[in-house]
């Protein structure tokens, strides 16, 4: 009986994950194409080195820096965040009907 759940929680998930995967593949293409990672990094870094760790600060670095991106780099990390919430909603989704199909097999 496993492997018919299995089966069945896989052909239900498996492509919408496939799709989110693309989509976020391609988020993150765009973002490593535009966004100098280390140059993010060294800035971040600058922050740490003036012992600043005040969630304040924080913030305020990640909002400017997200600001101050072009508008495809803010697409695309947007566009990231969403099929990762997405991604998780289709699992836990399935999830919960997956645990529901095996209750009322279990009843009947």
């Known amino acids: 009986m496993r492997r018919v759940y299995s089966v069945w929680f896989i052909k239900k998930v498996a492509p919408r994950f496939v799709a989110e995967l693309a989509m976020f593949s391609v988020f993150a293409y765009l973002i490593g194409r ?3 990672v280390s140059k993010v990094l060294q800035y971040a870094d600058q922050i740490f080195a003036n012992n600043s760790f005040n969630p304040a ?4 670095f990640a909002l400017n ?10 697409l695309s990390v947007l566009g990231s965040l969403l099929v990762i ?11 919960v009907q ?3 199909a095996k209750e009322t097999n279990l009843v009947s």
């Open 98 to 100: 997956l645990n529901l």
């Open 65 to 74: 820096t997200f600001l101050k991106t072009e508008f495809i780099v803010q």
């Open 57 to 60: 600060v924080w913030t305020n």
């Open 85 to 95: 919430v997405f991604a998780f909603k289709t699992f836990i989704t399935s999830l």
């Open 34 to 36: 535009y966004v100098f």
